[in-house]
């Protein structure tokens, strides 16, 4: 056949090359890279505490030292406990350390640390389920049985609470249980309804309760074999903070209103001082590597402005903002100055801008596994 007749098949080939690079084909080199700029994944405090006798006063100090997030405890006494804990993880160790006390842990204290408060349960059996997941604390708060008289339909609702260790800022929590598995008490899988769910915030909190429902199982059954699935959590290990010129350094010259850290890039548009209120808009650049967000899930709203005067002690908090423009990535706030009954402020040339963002987020899967749970 003459060559010419496969001109065309060449000149396509070399178009589809062009068009779609090594990079961009699937292929051994293109497979499995991560941004280089990836924020990295939270790593679980740990703690080590080998004592065959120490006071739970004394245990929850090394706790907290270890762990740089304390702990605290509301009982009458202070009990002797025999603990033999060696890199445990955050969760781990404090339940392993409210146990021997006698007591269990409790996530809202109330001064932001949890609480060990006395387990006043008179019968111990059944036990608590809880899962630990690196930073994670899954436990089963209740177990209720329903039947729904309209559909002849029973099932049970499983409360199962998600906590995180304190150090971290959880803003999103799926609550769509995935790769969810359910045995019954001897070994048989049990089939599951299509799972349900969303992405819900959570930023502020401590911990989340999820409801999952669940296909009940014989009247016969005492208990479930096996539960066992995944939610996941989108957050930040730290805030950043920026700081900033004067007002009127920052107004005179351009270059002084953009500071990056982290992969983090914070810009400053130029001020605008009026007489009755001052505007500044701030963009915030997240890496390339962090999560992606839905458009309606604000990742901003742990930002925080403030300005801060030559003393170096007042502040001055802003008295409202507008969201401007808003992606998975980037962020345009414009935020307000203006005097109130308490505070006045000024000449501006005494306010220095501070801004505090997050250093990129992650999502973190949280596997938990339930076995032999005992049912109502």
Known sequence: ????????????????????????????????????????????????????????????????????????????????????????????????????????????GGDGAPVLVKDTKTNKDPKQP???????????????????????MSSYRASVEVAWEPHFLSYFLETRAENLVMHDANGNPVRMPPPGGSWVPVEGRKAFVVDLTLPALPRAADRIGLLKGAFAVRGTSRMLEFEFDTLDKLKADANRRSK????????????NLGTRVWKIEVTTLLPDGSADFDSHQFWDVGNQIYLRHRDGKTRLRSTGYNRNRATSRKVVLEYFFEDTPQQKRGDYTNWRLVYRAPAGFVEVPVPFEFKNVRLP
């Open 130 to 152: 809880v899962s630990h997941s690196g930073i994670f604390r899954i436990a089963m708060q209740r177990l209720n049985a329903t039947l729904d008289y309209e559909t002849g």
């Open 260 to 271: 990056k850290a982290a992969g983090v890039t914070v810009s400053v548009g130029e001020p």
């Open 1 to 108: 056949m003459p060559l010419y007749r496969f001109a065309p098949l060449v000149t396509i080939l070399l178009c589809t090359a062009c068009l779609f690079p090594a990079s961009a084909r699937p292929g051994k080199a293109g497979r499995g890279q991560e941004p280089a700029d990836k924020p990295a994944a939270p790593v679980p405090r740990k703690a080590t505490l080998q004592e065959d006798r120490i006071s739970l006063s004394k245990a929850l100090q090394a706790f907290a030292v270890q762990t740089k997030c304390p702990a605290r405890t509301a009982l009458d006494d202070d009990p002797p406990l025999q603990l033999n804990l060696k890199d445990a993880g955050y969760w781990q160790a404090l339940d392993t350390i409210a146990r021997a006390a006698g007591a269990r842990v409790n996530l809202y």
